[in-house]
Structure formats: structure tokens, C-alpha cells
């Protein structure tokens, strides 16, 4: 400190303005970076993933004869073929053996056309020939090629054709791995967190317990899909690449997110609350289960959401169990072979085809989409439940 006409002052006092106005610089420019790059991946994911939600049909005469049974290239003529999806040409047999009154007859349809020619007409990167692109810009003078809606993204599963690859049995599988995961994760976490809060003695062995427990909260998680390959397939047996493996993995992971978050939202809860059961001759057991527990579960169910969104995003755990194969038909129960969509997503992005980027971006999207809600239903659920003491 100096002296100056009577005044005391500091000579650092400058030094340390200037230095306060360089960290609050530091601090906003880090913040408009960070939501730069934010913004530029959304509008990236938009502008690529948006095209997806439609796709090319093309307006085709179909004669249905006898010779479609035995070769499907006959019903449809010679110079359409190239341009129509094979996934649509080869399904007609069937359609008149489902339908035996369409024999004989011709019928007007409008069918999925191939994934170059749908990226022709988006006006994308393509590889057409110019006799096909000639074709296709006859078709489309003649009003017979439309962009609509692509139904196929939401109702079919994958598919080597590009034009027929869908999500439908990601999303299933997604939905199967979930429930078997929260089935596991949600009722051992919690009791877990009860005991170690409530009930265990402070001693060397819980204080491990804790360390473990916080410790395998921030190991990698390609290590638990190790832990799932040896124990659930090597040593137990369950079926490779079903929902039940990636469940019971996936809730391994889960369970220090479940416990480190419900031993909080216990903590949360005054001691009054517990003093105030004990004086009116509740038992500890009574207290916990009466009174603590209901006051602490909307933060146990904001906990346990957010771990099951964290659980939602996870690739590498999956991959070690099998559950990036490719599965066209959606599984009916958790034994069957399933993917999930974040490993769906992978393998689109490793296709050459243009058509996949589209369906990736989309994906990525609606995985997004997902992930934004649950947390946004975990934030609600906690300033709606919320005591405030």
C-alpha cells in the first residue's frame, strides 16, 4: 500500500482490473466458441439430415401375368427397371401371390425409385448414366416422379439397398435394451444408495464401497462392454447381440450414475425429517421408507433418467456384444438379435453411398430428439417435484 495526499492506494490495483477484464474476456469468448460450434454441428446435422424425410417415387405400369412368378424383371418395363429400387421390383411376386385377382391385370403404382436417381432429383452427388438421367427427366415432364414423404426411414429396418434402409428395428432394439436396462439399473441402484447411505456403518469397508462406486463412474465405457462379453456371453451364455446382453450391460454402466445420484438426493432431505419419525417411535426402516424416501425420489427419478439418456448415447459397450450386426427385421423379445440406434448410426456412417450420409444425419437427429427430451421431462420432473426447505 502507498501513500499518496493523504490516501492509501494499491499499486496493484490497476494490474489486477486489467488482468479481471482479460478472464472475462477469456470466459466469453470461450462461451461464444463453444456455441458456435454447437450451432454450426446442428445446422450441419439439419441441412444434411432434412433431405432424408423425403424421398423419390416414380409412377410405374405394372402388368401382373403369369411370367412375374417365375421372373419379377417382367413386370415392369425394361427401361424403368434401372431407375426403380430392386426392393420394390422384387417384392411384385409376392404381391400376387398375396393377391391372386391382380393376375392379368395392369396397374398404376408409384414406386421407390433407386438411390441415385433419388439423389438426382434432390440435386445432389450422383452416379446416373446419361441414358437412366434421360429417362428420368422424361418421367418427370410427364409429372410422373414425386418427392413424398419418406415412410420407409420409419417403417422398415436395414437394408443393403440404400433407398430401403430403415430404423424401425434400431428404435425397437433401442427400446428393449432401455427397459431391460432400467429393469436392472434402477431398483439395484437405488437400494444400493439406501443401504449405503442409510443404513451402513461408517467403516473402511463402505468407504471401498464408495471409492469403487465413484471410481467406476468415470472409467471408460468400452471397459463394460468387456465386463458384459465375459461375464453375460462367455460365462453365462445369453444369446450374442440381444437385447438382453446389451441391457444387462448397459445397466452395469448405469449403476454408479444411479447410486452417485440417489445417495445425493438422500442426502438432500434435512435430518429434522428423520428426528421428527424417530420421536414419534417410527422404527429406522419405517423413517426411510415413509418419509425419506418419498421426499428424496424426485431427485432419484432426475438421476436415474439422465443416466438412462447417458446409457441411450453409448456405442462402444454395444459393440463388444454384437449388437452392431446387421439386423433388417425388428426383434419381438429381448432374446432376439437387435442394434440399437447409436450403433445403426455408426454403420451408416461407414457406407459409401450418398444416401446413407442423408440417413445418418437423420438418425443423429432423431437420437438428438430423444436425448433432448428425457432431459428436458428429467428437468421437469425436478422443479415440479421439487421441496425447497
Known sequence: ?????????????????????????????????????LVFFLCDMFVKGLPALKQTY????????????KSYRACIDKKLR????????????????????????????????NHQVDQYIKGHYYKLKSKDKRIVDTLNKENRVELNFNRVFLTKGDSKIP?????????????????????????????TAIYLEEFAPNNKFTQLIEVNINNLASIPSILFGLLGLAIFINLFGFPRSSALVGG???????????????????????????????????????????????????????????GLANAIGETAPLIIVGMIAFIPDSPTNIFEAATVMPAQIFTW????????????ALGIMTLLTILISLNSIAIYLRKKFETKW
Open 1 to 37: 500500500m502507498k501513500r499518496k495526499n493523504n490516501i492509501f492506494y494499491d499499486k496493484t490495483l490497476s494490474k489486477r482490473h486489467k488482468s479481471a477484464k482479460r478472464f472475462k474476456f477469456y470466459a466469453i469468448f470461450s462461451l461464444v466458441l463453444s456455441i458456435s460450434f
Open 58 to 69: 416414380i409412377k410405374v405400369d405394372i402388368t401382373y401375368t403369369s411370367k412375374c412368378m
Open 82 to 113: 434401372k431407375v426403380i429400387s430392386r426392393s420394390e421390383i422384387r417384392s411384385i411376386p409376392l404381391k400376387i401371390e398375396n393377391n391372386p385377382k391382380l393376375l392379368n391385370t395392369t396397374v398404376s403404382k408409384w414406386l421407390l425409385a
Open 163 to 191: 433407398e430401403f434402409a430403415g430404423i424401425k428395428s434400431a428404435i425397437i432394439g433401442t427400446i428393449f435394451t432401455l427397459l431391460v436396462t432400467m429393469l436392472v439399473a434402477f431398483p439395484i441402484g437405488v437400494m
Open 248 to 306: 444387462l450391460t448397459l445397466s452395469l454402466m448405469t449403476l454408479p450414475i444411479i447410486i452417485v445420484t440417489s445417495r445425493a438426493a438422500l442426502r438432500s432431505v434435512p435430518d429434522s425429517i428423520r428426528q421428527a419419525g424417530y420421536g414419534i417411535g417410527l422404527t429406522k426402516v419405517q423413517v426411510v421408507l415413509d418419509h425419506v424416501l418419498p421426499l428424496a425420489f424426485p431427485g432419484i427419478l432426475t438421476g436415474s433418467i439422465i
Open 349 to 360: 456412417a461407414g457406407m459409401p453411398e450418398r444416401s446413407y450420409i442423408e440417413k445418418t
